[in-house]
């Protein structure tokens, strides 16, 4: 359940608006990296956490705080938009978009399809995209991607920044910065408690460790000539995980699999040779058949101790 207050959570004021830097603050709303982005991705985390207690309430805790900053960006941009020549704008997207941008000072959009009001797309109008976030339901690797998502957030806002000389909207670009740089934080040390409280063992993914080639786990690949990537610690360092040492060699082929493809279902017309012989038809009965061949595979399998 969420309340709503009517104060913003910091001061959204601009000293004159600016339609043009309207269009560019888009994308601190509505962009890969922008605030509806961290949002929405905090609060899916949150909702689907399953470690009740200060992990699960500080995921929740960030994530209402980042719909404050949804609704301070929208207020800025209305206040930003203020004046907008509109009715310019208007007449030349009829014809020419681009022009229409370049005459009315704005993103078309805000005008026509918002009103003077924010809009749910980056800078380029694009619509803002579920794709964007990441919620797998593993708190350090969910924490990994939190902690990334914060500082290109944070890189955008410095640059928007610097696009402008209103000191309203430097004034609450300054809160956002800060706030970025706790989160930064935020994440990175809830990475640690994860390790020291169990939840996991090292500080990166490794589960299913035991399946690994531990060989591939420990060497850096150069397919570059001359390459100097070997220098770094990523190639001579010890392993974080079991404190191996890394070693640098030439990419090259640790196997005879040329990758040939099998043959191709007739009845998809695919070009083929006839090298793998005749396909089989991708139909509910081939696929039934081939149902019913796995199954009495893992049965042999099963009964004489063979493991594929």
Known sequence: MYRHTRELQFTAKPSKPDALFAMKFQELLG??????????????????????????????????????????????????????PGEVTAQAVATNPALAAVLGGQNPQHAIVSGGGARPTDSLGNPWNAGY??????????????????????????????????PGVKEMLAFNLARDTYHQQQWLYGIQMLVEEGF???????????????????????????????????????????GKPFRAEELRPLTDDQGILPAPDPLQFVTYDGNQGPGKPGNAAGARAQGAENVVTKVKDALTGNDH
């Open 200 to 242: 996991a063992e090292v500080e990166i993914e490794h589960s299913n460790a035991e399946l690994e080639n531990d060989d591939a786990a420990h060497v850096f690949y150069t397919g570059t000539d001359g390459s100097r990537a070997g220098e770094g610690t990523w190639a001579t360092g010890p392993s974080i995980v079991d």
């Open 31 to 84: 962009g890969q990296f922008g605030e509806m982005t961290v949002m929405m991705q905090y609060l899916f985390q949150g909702w689907n956490c399953r470690v009740p207690g200060k992990y699960k309430d500080m995921i929740m805790d960030i994530g209402t705080e980042e719909i404050s900053h949804v609704e301070m960006l929208t207020v800025m941009q209305a206040r930003l938009l203020e004046g907008a």
């Open 133 to 166: 976030i990441v919620a797998s339901g593993n708190l350090l690797t969910d924490f990994r991607s939190n902690a990334a998502a914060e500082g290109q957030s944070r890189l955008m806002t410095s640059r928007i920044a610097n696009m402008t000389d209103d």
